[in-house]
Structures are given as C-alpha cells and as structure tokens.
C-alpha cells in the first residue's frame, strides 16, 4: 500500500507544483513600462523555489507570485538591477539563480565548454595535420580468406 | 489470464536472450555456422514473445483490467480509448516494456535486414544487441514488473497524468525511445567491431542507415515534444533546458555527429575510432537519458519514478555497457588506422569541424546538466543551471556551426580551396546580408538576436539550395536536378530544415509580443494589430474532466479572423487542472490566447501572445526528419541491404 500512497504523493506534489497556468497576473504589471519589462528581464533568471525548473515569470506557484511582487517593489524603491538581485540572492541563496554565477567553482561550469573546444580543435588539427602529410595508403593487402573469395567471385 | 500469458512471454523472451548472448559469441569466436546462425530465430523470437507481453498489457489496459495493479494506477474506465492504448506507456513500468520491445524490434530487423552481413559479425552484432535487451529485461523483471496483480481490485483507477492525455503526447514517447533505442544498433555495431578487430568502408555504409533511423526519430520525438510544450503549458515555452529534455538533446546532438563521421568512414576510410567512440557515446548518453528521468535525481518537470534502487540498477546498466565498450575500445582501438589522405581543407576537415562542434556542445549541455549535483556533492552549494545559462553556453556553438555549413558542405573531397567554395556560395550569402538588412532597419532598438538568426537561417537554408544546385553541374539543369541521388536531396532538406528552424527560433524569441490584462465580456482590446473580445465563459462537461471555456472573436481591421476557444480544465478524478491554449495557427504568426481566472471585481484575465514564425520551428524539425528519410531512401543503404540477392551470373552490361 506505501507504493500506492507514494504515487498519490507524488501526483498530489505534481498538483501544488507545477500548475501549469501561466504567471504574471495583471495586478502585478507596474504602471512604468520600463520598470516593468526590467522586472519581467530579472524574472525569467530567477529560479521559483518550489517548482521543477521554472522561472519566477512562469510559474504560478503562490511564492513565485511574491517573489515577482518582491523584485517590483525593489525595483520601485529604486534599485538597480544588481541590487536587486543580490537582495533576493542574499534571502534564499544562490539556488535561486538560473544562470550560475562566474565565481570559485563554478567557474569550471563556465570554463568547460571554451576548454573542451580548445582541446577538441588542438586534436582535431593534429589528427588533420597527420592526415595530410600521411603517405597514400598502399592497396590494402588481401588475407588469405579474401583471397580465396575473390578467387571464388572470379572463378563464377 | 492474458496478463500470466505476456508475465510469461516475457520471462521466455528473457532466456531467449540469454542464450541469444551466449551461443552466436562463442559461435562467432570459435566460427561454427550454426551457433553463429542461431542469433537470427532467437532475434526474431524475442521480438515476437516481447510483443506479445506487450500486446497482453496493452489488452489490460484497453479493457480496463483493474485487477493489475499498473492499470489501476495509470486508467480510468472513463478515459478516451487513445489514452487508455497511450497509457500503456505513459508510466515507468509499461515504457519500459516499450523501451525493450524496441531493442528486440531492432534487433529482429537487424536479423532480417542483415542479410549482406558477414557472418561473424551478424552473430557478433546481434549477440550484443541481444545482451542490452537482457539487461533490461532483468530490471522489468525484477524491479518494474507491470504484470503484477492486486488481491482486491478497486471499481475504477485513478487516472493518468491529464498532462499526458493528448495526442502530441501520445507518441512523443514511442518516437523518442525508438530513437534511443535505435541508437543502441550504432553501439552493437560498434562493439561488434571491436570485438572483430576491423572497420572499414562497408562497416560505415552498415551503420549509417541505423545511425540515421535512430536520428529522425529522434528528431521526430524531440519536436513533438517541444510541440506539446508549446500549446499545452500555456505560455507558449517551447524549450525549457529541463535536464529530461537535456537527455533527449545530447543523444540528437551525439547522432547527428555519429551521422556525418559514418560518412567519412565510409566514403573515406577515416575517422574510424571516433565514430567507434561516438557509437558508444551515443548510446551511452540514451542510456544517462533513461537514468535521469527514472532516478529522481534531477529534479524536473517529467521524471516519473522517483524510485532510488532502480535509479541505481540502471546506473549499474550504465556503468557495465558503456564501461565495459570503452574499456574494449581502449584495447582495441589502434587496429582502426586511417587510410584515407586528406589536405587541411577539404570535406573531411569539415566534418571533423561538425563533429567537434556537436560533440563539444553536447558535452557543455551534459556538463550544465550534471552541474548542479557535482556542485552539491563537491563543493557544497546548492545551486541551479537553467536556461539562461544554457542560452549563453550552448548558442556560440550552434551559431559557428551555422556559419560554417554551407561552406563545408560545398567542399570537396580530399582536397579544397575555401575562396572557391565561398565564391560558390555568392548568392547564398549576398541574399542572407540583404535579407538581414531589411529586418535590422524594420527592427528598431530591438536586441541583436533577431537579425543575427535570420542571416544563419537564411545563410544555411540558401547554402543548402545552391550546394544541391552545384551539384547538377557547371550551367545546372532541372531536369538533371531530380535525378541527382536521394542523399544529395536528403542532405538538401536536412540543412535547410535546421536553416528554418534557426530562423524561427531567433524571429519568435525577438519579436513575440505579449499582453496580459483583465478583460470583461464583449470589451474589445488591442494586442500587436489584432483586435480581440473575449464574448462569453461556459462551463461545460467533457468525458472525464470539467471545463470552462472562454469564446474570443480575433479580428483584424475590423474583418473577423477567427474564433478561439481557451479552456482551463480540471480532471477530477486525477485532481490536476491543466489549461487548453487556443491558438489561431498560421503562416506568418500564431495568435496565442490563453484563459485566466475570473476576477473577484468582475472580468477574466486573459493572456495574448503574437507569435511570429513558430509553426516554422516544427516545420524545420520536419524538414531535418524528411531530409534524414530521403537519405535513408538512397540507393546505396537499398543495396547494401538486399546484397544477399543480387542475382548470381552477374549483371548484363548495358
């Protein structure tokens, strides 16, 4: 029965998670349209804590909601876009951020990809180097039982 | 009775594979003919049994047996007859069971197609093949048995996810695992290989159509579900870097790479150890696919079995498969010298500099993906990698590749010139800068992303028109243009397919409009040139949810265009709202509508988005497919494939 129950849970958890009803209510929108599109910008690169993988702008989830309403009063009492971000950063961590920042570890997450296309284009231009300067291949040799089928393609 | 007869046929098929591991090796490493020649009954044996154990499930599900403890969880008798036959993958047990139908699919299509096949390696191939399938096997099972019945039926299920219950949805599985699964051929072909010790020319035309197979469903799965997302979600989101779309992802950028270096070895005789080593990535990233979605370990928005032992028995299926090919590739790997000479810039090159750019990217998405429980594990923060990231990450690559494509498609073999392969690219790329000029001066203040995406997609799309022009000779005719050979055509499509689908994305993520407001009935509103009037909200019942459904008139300069009717509905029985966007699909634009909630002053909300271009971002995906099909079509896969019968006196000269 616990396997029962687990699946009513999850699907229960799935029900308060991720309702799929799109975000930003019309008693949200700021008067200021500038205003609005930074605060709609800063939404889509914070994390909603509670829900799977989405962003504060596209979840309906009751705390995204506040976490919208928090960016918009920040920015409202006139904060920059960095400062609002690190207001939010500093009251639930980093978790909340959507594009990681460049620091300490993570600059290994960052550094991955140029690093791996360096090496992956070093190789590659060694492999074509040697390609190039290879000598044509002599005509590859036959083993006997090649031999012996070709003599018994021939013979047909 | 009928779910004892497939817990049955299953078990059978499991010992048929067994033994179908067992006797063609020894068979082929001892060359006895009739142990190697046992591998093909077996094959299309396990097919069959499994089958029939899938048949026998979905027959519980169709007649709504709520003895079974999987069809109680997973139905509903209320349920259209679609979902109750989609249902029968839409849980972990029962796509499983599908996932391992394909692997003995493949596999009996490898028997039966194989017949040009030299006999060892057929064994060899299929021994393989059949050892995946017997891992998988023992984790159905003995971890995911969907036969299991319940003492005490309860009168009715519970219903699956109302998320699943659409028609986009419906196959998005069985396409997407026939290209995992598909991919598995690449690896047996791969292991096989190496176990042989040899790879040359006709191995790469071997492996290519199955290479090729995996790809366009894979493509195919990709864009349905990137579809689904788009009209079922409700904003209109079509990619989302969630880490289970990630896993769909890596394996379409690993076999798109896979597909271009089988054409060197087979044309060339070179790149052969990567395109081993891509084999075994390619699947082996299928098989990180599967454990991210069933281990609960990532969280995301689709994972369904949240279950721990099985996460580990498939990372133990990992680890033994692409493990076990690496170690062997490590041994064996040196016996795979090139043969084939080439100059710095040639085709060759080209497609070296394709694979490096699909590999690399495929590893950054990996590296994004994982990057979080690395972070975790090692450095203690808890931290997220989402789309902004991948954004920034991912794109470079793709933006280089699209730079480059119609220049290295044009590029000859073994020895070219770049100046004349731009020269011969002209036109292409004087249509992509004033077709980028046009939309930079009508975009005014806008970001970059627009025009940077309409010069690649214009630049790859013409690039692919003139290189399947250029092909038909110096002054070019039509007539000599349909009778060029199907790969050539294939090639065509497949690249502007990707051209269209770059456009696409960069013209719908810089130019979509959005509006968001509370609207009361027959209020008219302005969203981007369009006139909407929500006119009345209905509740209505459906077969097994409650709906309320708002009708809008969508007008234009005062001519009607369309009605739109947006839903919300709510599934009772799963306790799940979900929301039906009503979209007015067109060429140029889709008009998106969304039906919020009523307001306690009076009115709806009610969102509108204007899409441009976004049916072209499936159309491209469809293009890519078809491209992949019409190569898959060329006479060359058709011959290698019927070898076994060409006639015996040889052909008359003509």
């Known amino acids: 029965m616990t396997g029962l129950l687990k699946r009513f849970m999850s699907v229960l958890m799935l029900v308060l998670l991720a309702l799929p009803v799109a975000a930003v209510q019309p008693d949200e929108v700021l008067d200021d349209p500038v205003l609005e599109e930074r605060a709609r910008e800063l939404s889509k690169g914070l994390r909603c804590l509670v829900c799977r993988n989405e962003s504060i702008d596209e979840s309906n989830a009751g705390l995204a909601r506040d976490l919208r309403l928090l960016v918009r009063e920040r920015l409202v009492a006139g904060d920059s876009d960095d400062e609002v971000i690190d207001f939010v950063v500093d009251r639930y961590g980093e978790y909340v951020l959507l594009r990681p920042t460049a620091d300490g570890a993570n600059m290994l997450l960052w550094a991955a990809g140029p690093i791996m296309l360096l090496l992956a284009a070093l190789t590659g231009f060694f492999y074509l180097r040697k390609r190039a300067s290879a000598p044509a291949p002599a005509e590859a040799a036959l083993n006997e039982e090649e031999r012996q089928r070709l003599r018994e393609l021939l013979d047909e | 009775m009928t779910a004892e007869l497939g817990h049955f046929a299953l078990i059978l098929a499991f010992l048929v594979a067994v033994v179908q591991v067992v006797v063609p090796l020894i068979g082929a490493h001892r060359r006895w003919p009739g142990w190697m020649a046992m591998a093909e009954p077996a094959a299309m044996a396990q097919f069959m049994l499994t089958a029939f154990a899938f048949g026998a499930l979905m027959w519980a599900f169709v007649t709504s047996d709520f003895s079974l403890r999987l069809v109680v969880l997973n139905s509903h008798s209320a349920k259209p007859m679609l979902y109750k036959i989609s249902g029968t993958w839409g849980n972990h047990e029962g ?452 709906a309320t459904t708002g009708s809008v008139q969508l007008e234009r300069d005062g001519r009607a265009i369309a009605t739109l009717n947006p839903e919300k509905r709510d599934y009772p029985v799963a306790r799940m709202p979900t929301t039906e966007a009503a979209i007015d699909y067109r060429i140029m634009r889709d008009v998106y509508v969304v039906l919020g909630d009523e307001q306690a002053g009076g009115g709806w909300t009610v969102r509108t988005y204007i899409k441009p271009f976004a049916n072209w971002i499936w159309a491209g995906c469809l293009m890519m497919a078809l491209g992949g099909a019409l190569s898959l079509s060329d006479r060359r896969f058709r011959v290698a494939a019927g070898a076994r019968k060409a006639p015996m006196g040889g052909v008359p000269a003509e």
């Not at chain 2, 992802?249 to 690993?254: G, K, S, T, V, Y």
């Not at chain 2, 699909?358 to 990698?385: H, I, N, Q």
């Open chain 2, 95 to 546: 796509s499983m069971l599908l996932w391992v139908l394909i692997v003995t699919l493949f596999g009996a299509m490898a028997a039966w197609f194989g017949g040009g096949l030299p006999p060892s390696l057929k064994a060899r191939v299929l021994a393989v093949q059949s050892a995946i399938a017997v891992a998988f096997f023992a984790f159905i099972l003995f971890t995911s048995n969907p036969f299991i019945r319940l003492a005490v039926p309860p009168f009715d299920g519970q219903d699956l996810n109302p998320l699943l219950q659409d028609p986009g949805l419906a196959f998005h599985p069985p396409f997407l695992y026939l290209g995992y699964v598909g991919l598995s051929m690449a690896f047996s072909f791969a292991v096989a290989a190496l176990i042989e010790g040899r790879v040359d020319a006709a191995w790469g035309r071997w492996v290519r159509p199955w290479t090729l197979a995996a790809w366009i469903f894979l493509t195919i799965g990709i864009a349905l579900g990137s579809w689904w997302a788009y009209y079922e979600l409700g904003w209109g989101g079509f990619w989302f870097w969630d880490p289970v779309e990630n896993a769909s992802f890596m394996p379409w950028l690993l076999a798109a790479a896979l597909l271009h270096s089988a054409i060197v070895v087979e044309k060339r005789e070179a790149l052969k150890s990567w395109t081993i080593l891509l084999a075994i990535l390619a699947f082996g990233f299928s098989l990180i696919g599967t454990f991210i979605v069933r281990s609960g370990l990532l969280t995301s928005v689709h994972a369904f079995a949240n279950d721990p032992e099985r996460g580990v028995f498939i990372l133990g299926i990992l680890a033994f498969f692409t493990g076990g090919a690496l170690t062997l590739y490590a041994a064996r790997a040196q016996a795979m010298e090139a043969k084939g000479v080439f100059g710095m810039v040639s085709r060759e090159s080209a497609l070296v500099l394709n694979n490096i750019l699909l590999a690399v990217s495929c590893f950054v998405v990996f590296f994004g993906t994982m990057w979080p429980m690395v972070a975790e594990m090692f450095f203690d923060r808890k931290l997220s990698v989402g789309a902004p990231f991948f954004n920034a990450a991912f794109t470079p690559f793709m933006v280089v590749l699209g730079l480059a494509l119609p220049l290295g498609s044009v590029l000859p073999w073994k020895r070219g010139k770049v100046s004349r392969a731009a020269w011969s690219m002209r036109y292409a790329f004087g249509l992509a800068v004033a077709v980028t000029l046009l939309v930079w001066t009508m975009q005014t203040g806008r970001s970059a992303l627009g025009p940077v995406g309409v010069f690649l997609g214009v630049w790859v799309t013409s690039g692919a028109i003139v290189d399947l022009w250029s092909r038909t000779g110096r002054k070019g005719s039509l007539g000599r243009l349909f009778r060029l050979p199907r790969a050539d055509w294939g090639k065509a499509v497949a690249h502007s397919g990707l051209g269209v689908t770059i456009f696409a994305i960069a013209g719908l993520t810089a130019w979509e409009q959005e509006d968001i407001r509370v609207t009361q009935l027959g209020e008219p509103f302005e969203v981007g040139g369009f006139t909407l009037t929500l006119d009345k909200v209905e509740r209505l019942a459906g077969p097994n949810y409650f």
